[in-house]
């Protein structure tokens, strides 16, 4: 074996890079860059759509199956954890045969899993298949990264992820909302079954219109160890971030998995120096703006992810909104990346995504510090401010650490690019809940004796505080049955004040890593390699 620590990104003879495919000009709908769009915003809709669209189906279903709490968890977690294992190597995948296969293939097993999910008649059944949906989401997203970079011109291609990353934030942030509608007046069937028709019309789109680019210098095998070390150790960083929140962060199980993570890395590390085609070649990240994109991926995930997870239970138990209520008091940071990230693909294609970047972190750490002040009787208006400041904010980093990321990486590895993108959001988003998550725990075991004392409320057993808090950091009051109004009244406003301050403490924190995120955007730049790409259909 032969160490491969650089990557060439010449054609033959040191000419420059090679356009993506030998395949000739495009002709009608055929490889048309604006219908290609099109297709994969439809496929990917459905991935995006399912990350929050079920959440508001699990209590339904653990009423009509039977489920535990515990049960119903897996539902998401499952899901999540094969999606974030599985998206590297996906991409891989997609550079190896072809991101139009891998994408049709994603579509239909997707749309297939999402039947057999509502067909279910046990939780073992509806948790199995969501692993099924998982992989094959993993197979979708970098595939359509993939797609757009090789049909889109450079001048093109920061428009069409911007419309992509619009897809993606309308998909994420209006899943509670058309979930709510399905199974309040449906059934939580309903929410996997809508699947089967979406996924269908982006089978028949893909088939009529996506074209097969593949780069000249394509990989021609499989790094099977690398996939091993890569999946092994992803699973252990993704299970001890599930699991962190039950277990503790002091326990040794929970930092066990974290060293196993660590370990497995640094194994995949040095065997990517040794294997001649390596799964991720290291030298890829000898591109400081690429390694940066990765960086700020992660970091606005935890910003947004980790924040916005607060924010729904306060919408709900604090607030006492229904699911599809809550979802339109969100409307307003839909709306903003809706609106925001087209023209964001058109400021970074103008300007570069240096300056948009930096702003956008800087606008979503000024909207988690003004997070950070809600109170229990803040008005609609106000939250609305803070809620479009963020989308505002959010939509140049979805589009512009794509580009960074995609478009700073060799056209053969465009599919593995989409991955650590794709990847990069995931992890971001699961370290995002699960600190802030123990930011909020640690802030209410703090606060809660003292205000529950201090409101004059009996006192409670070590077990029973315990479980107090429990509720209390999803901002519900533990107020038991058969409570006096006056007593229910005094713990509801203590149980309330108490989340508050964890949630303040937490959008804090979120605002913290999002200053960090503004430097780290001051490193970011245009794709070297976006050139590459392209070339093929019409414009």
């Known amino acids: 074996m032969t160490s491969q620590t650089t990557i060439d990104t010449t054609g033959p003879g040191g000419k420059p890079p090679l356009t993506p495919s030998d395949q000739p000009p495009a002709k009608g709908l055929r490889g048309h860059p604006w219908f290609t769009l099109i297709t994969v915003a439809v496929g990917v809709m459905m991935v995006a759509l399912d990350g929050t669209i079920v959440a508001i189906a699990n209590p ?17 977690n499952a899901y999540f954890l094969a999606l974030a294992v599985s998206l590297i190597t996906a991409g891989k995948l997609g550079d190896r045969f072809g991101h139009r296969q891998t994408f049709l293939i994603g ?17 073992a059944l509806v948790v199995t298949f969501r692993v099924f949906q998982g992989l094959f989401g993993a197979l979708l997203m970098p595939a359509a990264l993939g797609l757009l970079r090789a049909t889109f011109p450079a001048e093109k291609l920061n428009m069409a992820i911007g419309i992509w990353g619009m897809v993606i934030g309308a998909s994420t ?71 962190a929140p039950e277990w503790g962060w002091g326990d040794g199980k929970t930092w066990a998995f974290i060293l196993a993570s660590v370990v497995g890395f640094a194994l995949f590390a040095v065997w990517e120096t040794k294997v001649k085609e390596p799964l991720i070649p290291l030298g890829l990240f000898r591109s400081v703006p690429l390694s940066a994109g990765v960086v700020l991926m992660v970091l606005m995930a935890i910003a947004f992810m980790g924040g916005l997870f607060f924010v729904t239970f306060y919408l709900q138990n604090v607030h006492g909104m229904s699911p599809i209520d809550a979802g339109l008091h969100l409307l307003p940071l839909t709306g903003m990346m809706i609106v925001g990230s087209p023209l964001a693909g058109a400021m970074i294609t103008k300007f570069g995504p240096r300056i948009p970047l930096a702003g956008g972190m800087a606008a979503t750490a000024i909207a988690m510090y003004g997070m950070s002040t809600l109170e229990t009787d803040t008005g609609s208006g106000i939250m609305s401010v803070w809620f479009a400041l963020l989308g505002l904010g959010l939509a140049p980093v979805m589009v512009g650490a794509t580009e960074v990321i995609v478009g700073n990486a060799p056209m053969e590895l465009s599919g593995v690019a989409g991955g650590l993108q794709q990847a990069a959001m995931q992890i971001g988003g699961s370290l995002g809940t699960a600190v802030l998550g123990a930011v909020m725990a640690s802030k209410v075991d703090s606060d809660l004796p003292v205000n529950w004392k201090d409101a004059g409320l009996p006192e409670l057993t070590p077990a029973q505080l315990d479980q107090a808090a429990e509720a209390v950091q999803v901002g519900v009051a533990p107020v038991e049955k058969g409570t006096p109004e006056a007593i229910a009244a005094k713990i509801t406003d203590v149980a309330h004040d108490t989340f508050i301050s964890g949630m303040s403490l937490a959008s804090l924190v979120a605002a913290g890593v999002a200053v960090v995120a503004v430097l780290v955007a001051l490193l970011t730049k245009r794709g070297e390699n976006a050139e590459a790409g392209a070339g093929v259909g019409h414009i």
């Open 60 to 76: 339904a279903i653990a009423s009509d199956l039977g489920a535990t709490f515990a049960e119903v968890q897996w539902i998401t």
């Open 173 to 243: 942030a209006g899943g509670p909302i058309l979930g709510g509608v399905l199974v309040e007046h449906v059934n939580w069937q309903s929410v996997f079954f809508i699947n089967v028709p979406v996924g269908a019309i982006a089978l028949v789109l893909g088939v009529l219109i996506l074209l097969d680019h593949r780069a000249e210098n394509a990989p021609r095998s499989f790094d099977l160890l690398g996939i091993a070390l890569l999946s092994a150790a992803m699973f252990c960083l993704v299970w001890a971030l599930i699991k």
């Open 107 to 123: 579509v239909v097993g997707f749309a297939a899993a999402s039947g057999a999910i509502g067909l279910s008649d046990s939780i």
